[in-house]
């Protein structure tokens, strides 16, 4: 047996407050389409019920909505998943170095020579569909993976902004990689409601090829009466999502899947085709995704709009189970600091009192319970198997021959 | 320690077992590595929001208290998959989790801190099946159910396992199980499963009120403190234990009643520093592993190292040891073995058991309820352990009763379904459940307005590994540590089968027992049970040692050969990591 000298040991280390810290600290306000498409959500899986006032009580009126719970599925899918700059391919062309989405690409993809074609946007003469998926090399990642600019003003609709992002020439060419049969109808049921633009690039420019350390994003979402420009951290799914889901639910739609007729809904103003659907209906388009074949039919349009377009069907899950996450925890009680930093968040109401508690009566965590108990074995459970030897006693002080003893229990020559 | 003997990756709910083992028993020291937090030491005492101290050697450093006030046991705070206190991601909280690529309905539910996923587990420690090491073709003959009993029997005594405490809610389980009751089945007496039938989970809790703060028994009537500086030992009956739990309040970290692997282990490994007669245990958190350094040695490739980051500064470091025993999980270890680009002949991460999960949920009335207590009018799923009485059918798998807090209780109960949603969901009037998939809106609310008098019967299918399920390289992500892992798990149609044999159990003890209403939830894949995605038999050999990698072992539950027939993998994790202890020890020491 070797000593341990100085069990200083392995030395290194020695941060302090992450100065990420202080980027995280502040709330994302949403854009309208962001929030009312999660609001949307929120009021199909825990909606306000006065029906169950006289059923249940007053207490059970309020709902999802009452707490700004898309406020808790907003933070979570935006602090989803970190991109590391010295994960990144380089160099990293962004709209500050003159590349990127939200810079002038031109007819040359800067981003080519720099990943030696690997982000060659393949010969679209033909109508052959861009290929938009990248794989890593040296385990590195693409940056394009995270770039994306969904513009309907300049490409004229947002059938026009879905042509060029897949890299077509023409918004009728569509037609062959939407398995829909009327791309008008398609057209006039597809509305991102508030947004006109989205655009997501990289903010730290220009990045130098020996970067480290997180990267940070810009996030542009222009509206037709306002728009939002934000620096932040990790990628921002929680905006792209709700486009995904507009698509989804034209399809859903022009396939005839809703159950009740689509209106518009003022209660979401900001949203598009999926906040017009009614509650079940909106359910039932997500589960598309799931279980319907939505994304193997849209893949080749929504693509180009995710890293990966395979989470999705995890995204719906998360979509589902972060309700009970958020609504039926203490976490409506942290008031407004409920999307701070988790480090800075503090409880302004009791955890027993917070408005899902008065709902389902849990007092909230507690030391200990006087509660009666007994056990069900008299003389406790019979263990009577054979064996070669037992290890003998193992506490406070395991004899020095119960090792040897053991491995004989094992029956064999380690050795 | 500046030359450790041995270098264990992970310090989740096996890699403590396997530290204390080699320098307890075979003087070896030992530095074992933490990807996540260490909760509860005083070189830590912020540990979401500083780098603290490197490495902790000292029992000393431990704290209960400090441990009581990280450990907040509220539901957000702790399990949220994104910020809760209780996930897979780094230390600092104002950093994003560390990210899996899953291309599917379904949920990866681990914890990334020292203890592992054990510091949420509830703490049920039933021993595998004995069919499923000596019946099933999996393990190899040197591996028999009897030579796991010894290492079954030492885990079992660390760890305080006894017979859980049957409150209201299992005295309603009780009545449905038990063919004395309103069941069908016997009750099973012996911690060696052969027979169907119900028992007592054995848990590795300490006994309720083992003494309290006035003497006077812990029940319905005890008015005392349930602090262990007021005198209160052993367990207080509180159902959080999926938020941490470090019940007793005020109670040093080992003195803690329910032992996960940081309090069972943990103080055990670090006491071996105060013994010059042992080998010495050096723990060092937030340090990720990238890299497993090799030489090319007589025939087969031999472990020599591995290269660690640290997971504030970033710094990267080579360590060099004798010996390296991976125990990061059945999703971190494959991927570091596949990083670090050692031979795989077809089986690495692959083989992955989840036990197929499923979640029957019996609903009751008030009046059923008092005809089962009569001192009590509601189950309270709040109260007592989480998971106190089981079901077995070797063979097949088991069932565990379940209460937990409301937020979990709704997810598990009403937000995560693979059957789509129940308003769209015919169910088969022949089935033994009224209503199946998600249940959303008014009837949410209604259904959540009965938490108090609703519990859960968990599904455990003993699923079979299969070289399709697993952990890959993803070849589309990669962070700070390499290429992600990429998750895949789908059922087999035997599995299927046993699954639904189960459901059907469940649903008729609810039944049996009175519930007025039994919803099958009908999950997709949870991975938290996760077993046998390097398995003993195919990558590794009887002793746990890498078939191609020389003195390169695996001590985690990955090592199973298979689900060990579908009850809860720690104790045979433990007392497999034990066992490989022994081996590594004679061996190379």
Redesign the interface.
Known sequence: ??G???????????????E??E???QEIPADPHTRDTYRAIVD????R?P??EE??GGE?VP?GLDVELEKFLI??FN????I?L??LQTPVKTARSGGGPLGDLGGDNPLGDALGGLTETGDLGGGTPLDSV???VD???APE?FQLDLDTISSGSELGALTDLVGLDAVDELTGLLEVEDLDEFGELLDFGAVDRLAIDFADAPIPDDA???AEFDLLVEGANEGTHQVIQ?YPYANVFPLVFDIVAAEFLLRGENEDTPSPNPEFAGGGTFVRLS??DR??CL?TI??GGAIDRLDEILSPML??L??L??V??AV??L?????????SGLGDTKTN???E?E?QVD?SNVQ??N???????????????????DG????????????G???PE?P?E??D???E????D?? | ???P?VVVVGAGADGPVAAW?LA??????V?LLEAGPFYGNEQWP?P????GG??S?DPDDLDGKLLDEQF??????A?????GYLRVGPS??????W?R???????IWQVSAVGGTSTHYFSNHPRGY?TAFDDQPHWPD??????M???Y??NE??TST??A????R?EVF?EGASQEKSGEYP?L????VTETGW??Q?NAVEV?GKETSNGQP??????GS??YDDG?RGD???G?HF?GSS???DAPVREKARKSSNIGYVPRALDT?DNPN???V?I?P?TYVTDIHTAEGAGNLEATGVE?R?T????T?T?EADTVVLAGGCIETPRLWLNSGLPDDGWVGKGLTTHWFDWVVGVYDDDTVADINP??QHM?P???QNSA?RFDKPGVGGLEDIGM????????D?????A??S??TPTDPDEPWDTRG?I???E???R??N??QTKAILVLTDDMPRQENGVSL???????H??VPKVRYEPGEEDDERRDELARIAANIHKNAGASHVHRAEW?PLLLHMQSSMRIGKVLDF?GEAKNVNRLFVADHSALANGVGGPNPTNSGQANA??IA??I???YF
């Open positions: 047996m070797k341990v000298g100085g069990l200083a040991a392995v030395s290194m280390s020695g941060v302090s407050i992450a990420a810290q980027v995280l600290g199909a899986i825990v909606p019920t029906e169950l059923e249940l059970h709902g933070w979570d602090h989803f998943q970190e590391r010295e994960t990248t794989e890593l385990g590195l990642m993976l480290e350390g997180i990790n509650r079940e359910l039932r589960w799931v279980d890293p990966t395979g989470i069907k995890y719906v899950m589902n189970g309700h009970g996450f958020g609504y039926y925890t203490e976490w930093t988790p480090s968040r409880m955890p899902s508690r709902q389902t009566d849990y007092p909230g965590p507690s030391d200990g319970y006087a509660a009666d108990w007994r056990h069900a074995v406790g459970f019979d263990d009577d198997w054979e064996t070669a030897e037992t290890p006693p193992a506490d395991l020095d119960a090792a003893e053991a491995e229990a094992t029956g064999g380690l050795l | 320690m500046k030359d003997d083992k307890r028993d075979h003087g070896v020291d530095l912020e979401h929001v500083d780098s490197t490495v050697t907040t046991h509220r539901e957000a705070e399990n949220d998959p994104t910020y600092n909280s104002a950093r994003a989790p990210f690529n899953l291309h599917q309905n379904a949920f004995p040197e591996v028999s159910y009897a030579d009993v010894p290492y029997r030492l005594e660390i006894q017979q405490p049957m409150t209201a299992e009780i009750l007496e012996d911690l060696n028992r007592p054995p309720p812990l029940d319905s009537d005890y008015e349930f602090s209160f207080t009956l509180v959080d938020q019940t007793p309040v520093n042992q080998g010495n050096a060092r937030n660690i640290d504030w500064s970033g710094a470091q360590v001192d009590r309270d709040y109260v007592g009485v807090s409301p937020g979990l209780v709704s997810f598990a009403y937000l995560f379904s693979e789509g949603y308003f769209d998600y959303v809106g008014k949410l609310k209604r959540m307005a938490y108090r993803d070849d589309t992500f990669s962070d700070e390499g290429p997709p002793a034990l066992r022994d081996h020890g004679k061996r």
